[in-house]
Protein backbone atom coordinates (compact mmCIF):
# COMPACT_ATOMS: atom_id res chain seq x y z
CA UNK A 1 0.00 0.00 0.00
CA UNK A 2 1.40 3.77 -0.88
CA UNK A 3 -0.87 6.29 1.06
CA UNK A 4 -3.04 4.00 3.09
CA UNK A 5 0.27 1.81 4.81
CA UNK A 6 1.70 5.08 6.13
CA UNK A 7 -1.46 6.82 8.05
CA UNK A 8 -0.25 7.19 11.73
CA UNK A 9 -4.01 6.76 12.39
CA UNK A 10 -4.50 2.92 12.36
CA UNK A 11 -6.43 1.48 15.67
CA UNK A 12 -6.94 -1.73 14.13
CA UNK A 13 -9.35 -2.48 17.11
CA UNK A 14 -9.24 -6.40 18.05
CA UNK A 15 -12.78 -7.32 17.86
CA UNK A 16 -12.82 -5.70 14.59
CA UNK A 17 -9.49 -7.78 13.91
CA UNK A 18 -11.14 -10.55 14.94
CA UNK A 19 -14.36 -9.66 12.36
CA UNK A 20 -11.56 -9.30 9.08
CA UNK A 21 -11.14 -13.19 9.27
CA UNK A 22 -14.56 -13.05 8.05
CA UNK A 23 -14.77 -14.76 5.01
CA UNK A 24 -16.07 -11.65 2.36
CA UNK A 25 -16.48 -13.87 -0.85
CA UNK A 26 -19.75 -13.55 -0.03
CA UNK A 27 -20.54 -10.05 -0.60
CA UNK A 28 -24.46 -8.94 -1.51
CA UNK A 29 -26.15 -6.20 -1.62
CA UNK A 30 -29.26 -5.08 -0.01
CA UNK A 31 -30.32 -3.09 -3.41
CA UNK A 32 -32.43 -4.85 -6.61
CA UNK A 33 -31.51 -6.65 -8.64
CA UNK A 34 -30.08 -4.80 -12.46
CA UNK A 35 -33.17 -6.47 -14.00
CA UNK A 36 -35.56 -4.71 -12.41
CA UNK A 37 -38.28 -2.04 -13.78
CA UNK A 38 -38.45 1.48 -11.86
CA UNK A 39 -35.85 3.06 -10.36
CA UNK A 40 -32.47 1.70 -8.61
CA UNK A 41 -32.91 1.02 -4.86
CA UNK A 42 -29.41 1.73 -2.94
CA UNK A 43 -29.12 1.61 0.89
CA UNK A 44 -26.61 4.33 2.95
CA UNK A 45 -25.44 3.58 5.85
CA UNK A 46 -23.82 6.38 8.05
CA UNK A 47 -23.65 7.86 11.39
CA UNK A 48 -25.80 11.02 10.79
CA UNK A 49 -29.40 11.51 11.91
CA UNK A 50 -29.40 13.67 8.45
CA UNK A 51 -28.78 11.25 6.09
CA UNK A 52 -31.93 10.24 5.61
CA UNK A 53 -32.71 14.02 4.60
CA UNK A 54 -29.55 14.19 2.90
CA UNK A 55 -31.30 10.95 0.49
CA UNK A 56 -34.68 12.75 0.36
CA UNK A 57 -32.63 15.82 -1.55
CA UNK A 58 -30.96 13.42 -3.80
CA UNK A 59 -34.29 11.82 -4.95
CA UNK A 60 -35.90 14.37 -5.74
CA UNK A 61 -33.53 14.64 -7.98
CA UNK A 62 -32.99 11.84 -9.50
CA UNK A 63 -35.97 9.54 -10.61
CA UNK A 64 -33.66 6.93 -11.98
CA UNK A 65 -31.85 6.37 -8.50
CA UNK A 66 -33.68 6.05 -4.50
CA UNK A 67 -31.26 5.80 -1.86
CA UNK A 68 -32.50 4.78 1.54
CA UNK A 69 -30.48 6.64 4.35
CA UNK A 70 -30.57 4.86 7.50
CA UNK A 71 -28.60 6.04 10.62
CA UNK A 72 -26.19 3.25 12.26
CA UNK A 73 -25.38 3.09 16.38
CA UNK A 74 -21.89 4.67 16.59
CA UNK A 75 -21.08 3.16 20.03
CA UNK A 76 -17.36 1.05 20.36
CA UNK A 77 -17.18 -2.21 18.25
CA UNK A 78 -20.81 -1.53 16.87
CA UNK A 79 -20.60 -0.15 13.44
CA UNK A 80 -18.02 -1.76 11.76
CA UNK A 81 -18.23 -5.01 12.74
CA UNK A 82 -21.95 -4.59 11.62
CA UNK A 83 -20.57 -3.54 8.09
CA UNK A 84 -18.45 -6.57 7.86
CA UNK A 85 -21.06 -9.13 9.20
CA UNK A 86 -23.38 -7.51 6.82
CA UNK A 87 -21.30 -7.75 3.67
CA UNK A 88 -20.87 -11.54 4.90
CA UNK A 89 -24.31 -12.17 5.02
CA UNK A 90 -24.98 -11.12 1.89
CA UNK A 91 -27.15 -7.92 2.90
CA UNK A 92 -24.74 -4.94 3.30
CA UNK A 93 -25.87 -1.45 2.22
CA UNK A 94 -25.00 -0.48 -1.07
CA UNK A 95 -23.13 2.78 0.04
CA UNK A 96 -21.67 3.17 3.89
CA UNK A 97 -19.52 5.78 5.66
CA UNK A 98 -15.92 4.57 6.45
CA UNK A 99 -13.59 6.46 8.47
CA UNK A 100 -9.96 6.63 7.41
CA UNK A 101 -8.20 4.48 9.86
CA UNK A 102 -10.90 1.81 8.90
CA UNK A 103 -10.28 2.17 5.16
CA UNK A 104 -7.39 -0.46 5.12
CA UNK A 105 -8.96 -3.28 6.71
CA UNK A 106 -12.04 -2.92 4.30
CA UNK A 107 -9.55 -2.54 1.38
CA UNK A 108 -7.51 -6.27 2.97
CA UNK A 109 -10.40 -7.77 2.76
CA UNK A 110 -11.69 -6.81 -0.85
CA UNK A 111 -14.99 -4.87 0.46
CA UNK A 112 -14.83 -1.68 -1.39
CA UNK A 113 -15.20 -1.01 -4.65
CA UNK A 114 -12.73 1.24 -6.98
CA UNK A 115 -14.19 3.77 -7.88
CA UNK A 116 -11.32 5.01 -10.43
CA UNK A 117 -13.64 2.49 -13.62
CA UNK A 118 -16.23 5.09 -12.84
CA UNK A 119 -14.58 8.39 -13.40
CA UNK A 120 -13.12 9.49 -9.47
CA UNK A 121 -10.56 11.52 -10.83
CA UNK A 122 -12.71 13.40 -12.47
CA UNK A 123 -13.93 15.42 -9.07
CA UNK A 124 -10.02 14.74 -7.44
CA UNK A 125 -9.53 18.58 -7.74
CA UNK A 126 -12.25 19.30 -5.86
CA UNK A 127 -10.83 17.70 -2.67
CA UNK A 128 -8.02 18.44 -0.15
CA UNK A 129 -5.20 16.24 -1.89
CA UNK A 130 -4.14 14.95 2.29
CA UNK A 131 -7.70 13.75 2.68
CA UNK A 132 -7.94 12.38 -0.98
CA UNK A 133 -4.93 10.51 -0.45
CA UNK A 134 -6.53 8.84 2.43
CA UNK A 135 -8.71 6.60 -0.18
CA UNK A 136 -5.81 6.36 -2.87
CA UNK A 137 -4.03 2.71 -2.45
CA UNK A 138 -1.72 2.77 -5.85
CA UNK A 139 -4.05 3.49 -8.86
CA UNK A 140 -7.74 2.83 -6.65
CA UNK A 141 -9.47 5.45 -5.23
CA UNK A 142 -11.40 3.65 -2.50
CA UNK A 143 -13.70 6.63 -1.37
CA UNK A 144 -14.57 9.97 -1.58
CA UNK A 145 -13.43 12.50 1.36
CA UNK A 146 -16.33 13.72 4.07
CA UNK A 147 -14.75 15.64 6.48
CA UNK A 148 -10.92 15.56 8.30
CA UNK A 149 -10.47 15.88 12.19
CA UNK A 150 -7.95 18.48 13.19
CA UNK A 151 -7.60 18.21 17.29
CA UNK A 152 -8.14 20.98 19.79
CA UNK A 153 -9.51 21.66 23.15
CA UNK A 154 -12.85 22.17 23.98
CA UNK A 155 -13.41 23.91 27.60
CA UNK A 156 -16.38 24.31 29.82
CA UNK A 157 -14.92 28.00 30.61
CA UNK A 158 -17.77 28.76 33.08
CA UNK A 159 -16.28 25.79 34.69
CA UNK A 160 -12.38 26.52 34.72
CA UNK A 161 -13.32 29.94 36.11
CA UNK A 162 -14.51 28.08 38.87
CA UNK A 163 -12.01 26.25 39.71
CA UNK A 164 -9.40 29.45 40.13
CA UNK A 165 -8.11 28.94 36.40
CA UNK A 166 -7.73 32.13 34.16
CA UNK A 167 -6.46 30.89 30.70
CA UNK A 168 -6.77 27.46 29.06
CA UNK A 169 -3.86 24.95 29.52
CA UNK A 170 -0.71 26.07 27.00
CA UNK A 171 0.77 23.21 28.24
CA UNK A 172 0.23 19.41 29.27
CA UNK A 173 1.89 20.23 32.42
CA UNK A 174 -0.53 23.42 32.80
CA UNK A 175 -3.13 21.15 31.57
CA UNK A 176 -2.52 18.61 34.98
CA UNK A 177 -2.25 21.43 37.06
CA UNK A 178 -5.92 22.57 36.10
CA UNK A 179 -6.98 18.75 36.44
CA UNK A 180 -6.09 19.39 39.96
CA UNK A 181 -8.02 22.23 40.56
CA UNK A 182 -10.90 21.25 38.98
CA UNK A 183 -10.75 18.43 40.83
CA UNK A 184 -10.77 20.40 43.92
CA UNK A 185 -13.97 21.61 43.12
CA UNK A 186 -15.89 18.27 44.27
CA UNK A 187 -14.89 14.20 43.81
CA UNK A 188 -17.36 14.40 41.02
CA UNK A 189 -15.65 17.15 38.82
CA UNK A 190 -12.87 15.71 36.66
CA UNK A 191 -10.96 18.03 33.52
CA UNK A 192 -11.93 15.09 30.85
CA UNK A 193 -12.87 11.94 30.96
CA UNK A 194 -10.21 9.30 29.94
CA UNK A 195 -11.84 6.20 27.62
CA UNK A 196 -9.91 3.16 27.34
CA UNK A 197 -11.95 1.69 24.73
CA UNK A 198 -11.31 5.06 22.17
CA UNK A 199 -8.32 3.85 21.03
CA UNK A 200 -8.66 6.34 17.86
CA UNK A 201 -8.53 9.06 20.56
CA UNK A 202 -5.59 7.73 22.50
CA UNK A 203 -3.08 7.09 19.35
CA UNK A 204 -4.05 11.06 17.95
CA UNK A 205 -2.17 11.67 21.44
CA UNK A 206 0.81 9.60 20.65
CA UNK A 207 0.65 11.28 16.75
CA UNK A 208 0.80 14.62 18.84
CA UNK A 209 4.08 14.00 19.96
CA UNK A 210 5.72 12.68 17.19
CA UNK A 211 4.99 8.75 17.98
CA UNK A 212 4.26 6.47 15.20
CA UNK A 213 2.66 3.31 15.87
CA UNK A 214 2.73 1.79 12.06
CA UNK A 215 5.08 2.25 9.00
CA UNK A 216 5.83 0.14 6.43
CA UNK A 217 9.27 -1.92 5.61
CA UNK A 218 9.00 -1.24 1.99
CA UNK A 219 11.69 -3.55 1.26
CA UNK A 220 10.10 -6.43 3.09
CA UNK A 221 6.21 -5.44 1.77
CA UNK A 222 5.34 -5.75 6.09
CA UNK A 223 4.46 -3.32 8.76
CA UNK A 224 6.29 -1.81 10.96
CA UNK A 225 5.15 -1.87 14.52
CA UNK A 226 6.55 0.34 17.17
CA UNK A 227 4.75 1.41 20.05
CA UNK A 228 7.51 1.50 22.24
CA UNK A 229 9.71 4.86 20.97
CA UNK A 230 10.61 7.31 23.86
CA UNK A 231 7.85 9.79 22.66
CA UNK A 232 4.93 6.97 23.14
CA UNK A 233 6.54 5.80 26.32
CA UNK A 234 6.47 10.20 27.44
CA UNK A 235 2.66 10.11 26.87
CA UNK A 236 1.71 6.94 27.91
CA UNK A 237 3.54 7.95 31.25
CA UNK A 238 1.21 11.20 31.09
CA UNK A 239 -1.99 9.57 31.27
CA UNK A 240 -1.00 7.46 33.27
CA UNK A 241 -0.02 10.19 36.05
CA UNK A 242 -3.32 11.48 35.83
CA UNK A 243 -5.42 8.35 36.19
CA UNK A 244 -3.23 7.12 39.26
CA UNK A 245 -3.76 10.48 40.66
CA UNK A 246 -7.49 10.46 39.99
CA UNK A 247 -7.66 13.72 37.80
CA UNK A 248 -9.49 12.07 35.00
CA UNK A 249 -13.08 10.13 34.68
CA UNK A 250 -12.48 6.36 34.58
CA UNK A 251 -15.94 5.44 34.43
CA UNK A 252 -16.94 3.15 31.78
CA UNK A 253 -20.30 4.87 31.90
CA UNK A 254 -18.61 8.32 31.21
CA UNK A 255 -16.13 7.20 28.77
CA UNK A 256 -16.50 9.20 25.35
CA UNK A 257 -20.26 9.55 23.77
CA UNK A 258 -21.90 7.20 26.61
CA UNK A 259 -24.47 8.50 28.44
CA UNK A 260 -22.66 9.19 31.61
CA UNK A 261 -20.40 11.22 29.79
CA UNK A 262 -22.75 13.53 27.69
CA UNK A 263 -24.64 13.69 31.21
CA UNK A 264 -20.98 14.96 32.58
CA UNK A 265 -20.16 17.67 29.51
CA UNK A 266 -23.93 19.09 30.27
CA UNK A 267 -23.81 19.72 34.31
CA UNK A 268 -19.91 20.83 34.31
CA UNK A 269 -18.73 17.43 35.81
CA UNK A 270 -16.15 16.56 33.00
CA UNK A 271 -15.21 19.76 32.34
CA UNK A 272 -13.21 19.58 28.91
CA UNK A 273 -12.29 17.12 25.90
CA UNK A 274 -9.83 17.14 23.73
CA UNK A 275 -11.37 16.34 20.40
CA UNK A 276 -11.01 16.98 16.21
CA UNK A 277 -13.53 19.76 15.10
CA UNK A 278 -16.45 17.77 14.46
CA UNK A 279 -16.65 17.74 18.39
CA UNK A 280 -17.87 20.82 18.36
CA UNK A 281 -21.59 19.72 17.10
CA UNK A 282 -21.43 16.57 19.75
CA UNK A 283 -20.93 19.22 23.02
CA UNK A 284 -23.95 21.68 21.11
CA UNK A 285 -25.92 17.96 20.68
CA UNK A 286 -24.76 16.85 24.48
CA UNK A 287 -24.46 19.80 26.29
CA UNK A 288 -27.21 21.65 25.76
CA UNK A 289 -28.17 22.77 28.79
CA UNK A 290 -24.62 24.62 29.00
CA UNK A 291 -25.16 26.32 25.58
CA UNK A 292 -22.66 29.62 25.72
CA UNK A 293 -19.98 28.20 28.21
CA UNK A 294 -17.82 26.32 26.03
CA UNK A 295 -15.39 27.78 24.52
CA UNK A 296 -12.05 26.26 22.11
CA UNK A 297 -8.29 26.81 22.22
CA UNK A 298 -5.42 24.51 20.63
CA UNK A 299 -4.30 21.90 22.14
CA UNK A 300 -1.71 21.43 24.92
CA UNK A 301 1.62 21.20 24.24
CA UNK A 302 4.48 18.87 25.31
CA UNK A 303 7.05 21.95 24.34
CA UNK A 304 6.05 25.11 25.42
CA UNK A 305 5.38 27.51 22.24
CA UNK A 306 5.21 24.73 20.15
CA UNK A 307 2.24 24.37 17.71
CA UNK A 308 1.32 20.70 17.53
CA UNK A 309 -1.66 18.57 16.71
CA UNK A 310 -3.37 15.81 15.54
CA UNK A 311 -5.99 13.98 13.70
CA UNK A 312 -8.80 11.99 14.78
CA UNK A 313 -11.46 10.61 13.03
CA UNK A 314 -12.19 11.85 9.35
CA UNK A 315 -14.21 10.28 7.43
CA UNK A 316 -14.96 9.00 3.36
CA UNK A 317 -17.86 7.49 1.69
CA UNK A 318 -17.65 4.17 0.24
CA UNK A 319 -19.06 2.13 -2.43
CA UNK A 320 -19.38 -1.47 -1.06
CA UNK A 321 -18.45 -4.49 -2.91
CA UNK A 322 -21.11 -6.90 -4.18
CA UNK A 323 -23.60 -4.09 -4.77
CA UNK A 324 -25.82 -4.66 -7.71
CA UNK A 325 -25.66 -1.13 -8.95
CA UNK A 326 -22.51 0.24 -8.39
CA UNK A 327 -21.94 2.41 -10.64
CA UNK A 328 -25.43 4.35 -9.17
CA UNK A 329 -23.68 3.83 -6.04
CA UNK A 330 -20.92 5.82 -7.15
CA UNK A 331 -23.06 9.09 -8.90
CA UNK A 332 -24.75 9.36 -4.96
CA UNK A 333 -21.58 9.10 -3.65
CA UNK A 334 -20.25 11.94 -5.82
CA UNK A 335 -23.26 13.62 -5.64
CA UNK A 336 -23.52 13.42 -1.80
CA UNK A 337 -20.16 15.09 -1.47
CA UNK A 338 -19.96 18.00 -4.42
CA UNK A 339 -23.69 19.23 -4.31
CA UNK A 340 -23.69 22.55 -2.27
CA UNK A 341 -27.66 21.74 -1.46
CA UNK A 342 -26.41 18.28 0.32
CA UNK A 343 -23.49 20.36 1.83
CA UNK A 344 -25.43 23.13 2.82
CA UNK A 345 -27.67 20.43 5.69
CA UNK A 346 -24.32 19.01 6.66
CA UNK A 347 -22.73 22.16 7.45
CA UNK A 348 -26.19 24.10 9.24
CA UNK A 349 -27.01 20.91 10.80
CA UNK A 350 -24.25 18.77 11.70
CA UNK A 351 -21.18 20.82 11.68
Known sequence: MQHLARRSLVPMLATL?????LILAACGSSSNASTQSGP??????????????????FNSTHPNIHVTGLQQPTGANQYYPKVLS?????????VALIEYQYVPTFVANSALVDLTQYGANDVKSQFDPAAWNEEVEGNAVYGYPQDTGPMALFYNAAIFKKAGITSPPATWADFATDAAKIHALGKNYYITAFGAQNTGWFQAMFWQAGAIWFSIDSAKQAWKVNINSAAAKQVASYWDNLISKGLVDTSASDADFQPGWGNGMDHGTIASWVSAVWGQGVIKGDAKDTSGKWAVAAMPQYTAGANASAFWGGSSISVIAGTKHAKEAEEFVRWYLTDPGRLKIGVNEIG
Open 17 to 21: MVSTT
Open 40 to 57: VNLVFWGFNQQIAEQAAL
Open 86 to 94: AIKAGNAPD
